[in-house]
């Protein structure tokens, strides 16, 4: 739920123009995910270009931390059209005020409803903590240190 303040700030904020809640109150990130099957490519380009061009990420602290399509499949199958993308936000309150913004709510998402373009599932996760050995080897959207893979034992028979 939003809290009162963003609740409060909201209501005279023109579409798109959210402000974040007070960073006070937003220092846990979360990942929003999206998955599922894409049933209309088109309408989900135009979606995708109407969520770049309200810049509501940026207002909000949000932005992509993977590309929709695998890179790899390890174990079983993927569609063609199955997609999973991945959000970054500051904390659930700058992933709900995206989400219950008047441009998202109002002009954005009915871009791929009515037929529905994708059978899609929005759920949001919270940060892992850092494990104490990491800490000073990954940055935002980076890493800092180099991680050698020499000295894992591989499967036999795993694909190379």
Known sequence: ?????????????????APPP???????????????????????????????ASEIYEKLGGYYVTIPRP??????????????LTVRFPCLENAKAFWNSEVYQNEILPLRQNPSAGDYTVTVYAEAPLRS?????????????????SGVPQASGADQ
Do not use: W
């Open 1 to 17: 739920m939003i809290s009162a303040t963003l609740a409060l700030l909201l209501q005279g904020t023109p579409a798109g123009a």
């Open 133 to 149: 050995d990491m800490v000073g080897k990954v940055g935002d959207n980076r890493f800092t240190h180099d991680f050698d893979n």
């Open 22 to 52: 007070p960073s006070s109150t937003c220092d846990a990130p979360v990942y929003m995910v999206v998955e599922g099957l894409t049933l209309d490519r088109d309408r989900m380009i135009a979606y995708a270009r109407a969520i770049a």
């Open 71 to 84: 890179v790899a499949v390890f174990e079983g199958e993927a569609p063609p059209n199955y997609v999973n």
